[in-house]
């Protein structure tokens, strides 16, 4: 029920966006950022760049907000418009998709599990970097920005059944390697 509350209030912040007020547009960039920023930073492994990505991201989102119109779709919207800037920064400098990022690597790991050791959960971020870009996006959208499989399929402009395809393959992959490092 709490889900959909929120749901109802972005909502709502997104027809006033769109009636002009700045405060509600300020509300939207602000409950996206971080989420938007460390997405973005996955991708392109730089944080000035992925600073830079992110600002376009709010300049197209401002300059389109008018023509979203399911408002419940804001966040999975907004995440297929930073896809789309940081796949295109990527094409036009002809880098491959970053293989780790920092703040992966400097994110904070909570006690481990008794199943796993220390290590073996430091380097999950690691491991999810040798994934495939396209299995690295869904369980980046997925599990890491909590976007449902709609969402995620929204986001990427596939299919979902395309986004259980490779969240499988990418699960399996990463099942692999977790048995290879026990």
Same mark, same amino acid.
């Given at each position: ?15 006033? $966006?769109?009636? &002009? ?9 602000? &409950?996206?950022? !971080?989420?938007?920023? =460390?997405?973005?930073?996955? +991708?392109?492994? #730089?944080?000035? %760049? ?9 300049? =197209? ?8 119109? #399911?408002?419940? $779709?804001?966040? $999975?919207?907004?995440?297929?418009? /930073? ?6 920064? +990527? ?5 491959? %998709? *970053? ?5 992966? !690597? ?13 290590? +073996? ?7 999810? /970097? ?6 690295? /996006? ?6 890491? !920005?909590?976007?449902?499989?709609? #969402?995620? *399929?929204?986001?990427? &402009? ?11 393959? &990418? +699960? !399996?992959?990463? @099942?692999?390697? %977790?048995?290879?490092? @026990?």
């Amino acid at each position: 029920m709490a889900e959909y509350d929120e749901l109802d209030r972005e909502a709502l912040r997104v027809l006033q $966006a769109q009636s &002009g007020s700045r405060e509600a547009l300020d509300e939207l960039f602000q &409950g996206i950022q !971080n989420s938007l920023f =460390r997405y973005i930073f996955s +991708l392109v492994s #730089e944080q000035q %760049l992925a600073e830079d990505i992110l600002q376009e991201v709010f300049i =197209r989102i401002y300059r389109k907000l008018k023509w979203l119109r #399911e408002p419940r $779709a804001f966040k $999975a919207w907004s995440y297929q418009i /930073a896809t789309r800037e940081a796949f295109r920064y +990527l094409k036009r400098q002809k880098r491959p %998709l *970053a293989e780790i990022s920092e703040w992966e !690597n400097s994110a904070a790991i909570e006690a481990p599990t008794a199943e796993f050791s220390r290590e +073996l959960v430091e380097s999950i971020p690691t491991m999810v /970097a040798q994934l495939s870009p396209a299995s690295r /996006a869904v369980i980046t959208l997925y599990y890491l !920005n909590e976007l449902s499989l709609v #969402e995620t *399929a929204a986001v990427l &402009g596939v299919p979902v059944g395309t986004v259980k395809s490779r969240l499988s393959y &990418g +699960l !399996n992959t990463l @099942r692999k390697q %977790l048995e290879n490092r @026990r």
